[in-house]
């Protein structure tokens, strides 16, 4: 009789980023949804979410992936974390601080760089490869080394086998730098999507010794930092919209600028500094097309009456997409939205 392997993965209580953990439990019938996945336990000791005399969190299955990578009888299951009730959420548990909307879409781009024995992929041992220029976008053993290319293909397969939105992959500005983009409608799905994305290139890359490095900047000077572009569009944004519900967002978002940032990942201030394609961490801008601006406005936005989605250029390649999608629905839900036409019946029009 078939067996099947559930890798049930969680984040644990690390501060200020948590770390993806995992333990595998077998099945004796294939999970059909994520309601078949029973709640499981784990000892929090061991993960800085609990003190030793009272060491059980809870695993509650939130989304069901197929591990194209482990084999046919094997499924990933993302969970949230709680207390032992089983229904209050742990506090290391950012998902639930998320007020989730199924018609809110976002898209995440993840830069990050391949290490190898504490180097970039293709840097020499000693002192730094050519300055940045060619390597953005860019082809050839020269521009990318001999691992990188196979190791993302990879990622992207296993990524579409498990039924995520992976949209894109390209070789970033400096040497050993990577991104990918995931895109979900849904904000608590697109955040557990681009965890399990970076579960499964940190497992890929174990058997080519390399080690993802999340760090926004893991080099000072003329070298570009690591961000996680966020694109986002609520069901109003897209189809309602106009000039003026958008300067009130942007209000909004300055207001909270400090918010945002303190969601955005540790460390930004080394990454936005107002180079390398970024706004500086102390201020807040947005722009047509800028990609210098904390917000940056496609032009497909505002040709279309200022209907569409933005880009926050601020969160980090090593920030939780839970909370980062947790504060921009916060900063979204503060802004009032006009109130709907009345339908043609309320108002007693003839037929
Ligand atoms: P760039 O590198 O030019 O900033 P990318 O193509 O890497 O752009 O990323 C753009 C992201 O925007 C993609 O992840 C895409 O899915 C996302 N996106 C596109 N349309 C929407 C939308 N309506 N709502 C939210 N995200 C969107
Ligand atoms: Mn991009
Ligand atoms: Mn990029
Ligand atoms: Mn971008």
Redesign the pocket.
């Known amino acids: 009789m078939a067996k099947y392997k559930l890798e049930y993965i969680w984040l644990d209580g690390y501060q200020p980023v948590p770390n993806l953990r995992g333990k595998t439990r077998i099945a004796n019938d294939a999970p059909k949804s994520v309601k078949d996945c029973p709640i499981w336990g784990f000892d929090g000791s061991s993960t800085q979410q609990a003190e030793g005399h009272s060491s059980d969190c809870m695993l509650k299955p939130v989304g069901l992936y197929p591990d194209a990578g482990r084999g046919d009888n094997a499924f990933l299951v993302m969970c949230e974390v709680m207390m032992p009730d089983c229904k209050t959420p742990h506090p290391s548990n950012m998902r639930a601080t998320i007020e989730d909307d199924p018609d809110t ?5 993840q830069e990050y760089f391949m290490f190898h024995d504490k180097r970039p992929l293709g840097w020499p041992h000693d002192g730094f490869p050519n300055p940045q220029g060619e390597y953005y976008t860019g082809v050839g053993y020269a521009n990318v080394g001999n691992v990188a290319r196979e190791i993302v293909d990879k990622h992207l397969d296993l990524c579409l086998e498990a039924g995520i939105n992976h ?2 992959i390209n070789a970033e500005v400096a040497k050993g730098q990577w ?1 990918f ?1 995931i ?1 979900a409608k849904g904000s608590k799905k697109c955040a557990d999507d681009m965890w399990i994305a970076r579960y499964l290139l940190l497992r890929l890359c174990e058997k080519y010794g390399v080690d993802v490095e999340w760090h926004c900047k893991p080099f000072l000077g003329d070298w570009n930092g690591s961000g996680m ?1 966020c ?3 609520t069901k109003y944004m ?1 189809e309602a919209g106009g000039e003026e519900y958008f300067k009130k967002l942007m209000d909004a978002f300055e207001k909270n600028k400090d918010e945002h940032i303190a969601a955005y990942g540790p460390d930004n201030h080394l990454r936005l500094t107002g180079l390398h394609e970024t706004q500086s961490i102390d201020k807040f801008s947005w722009g047509v097309a800028d990609r210098g601006a904390s917000i940056r406005v496609p032009h497909s936005f505002v040709n279309d009456g200022y209907k ?2 933005l ?1 926050d250029r601020r969160p980090n390649s090593q920030g939780d997409p839970y909370q980062i999608a947790a504060r921009i629905l916060r900063t979204i839900s503060e802004v009032p939205i006009a109130a709907e036409a009345p339908a043609e019946e309320s108002v007693g029009l003839a037929k």
Request: hydrophobic share 30%.
């Open positions: 879409w976002f898209g995440f781009e949209e894109g991104e983009q895109f572009h694109n986002f569009s897209r569409g989605y880009e």
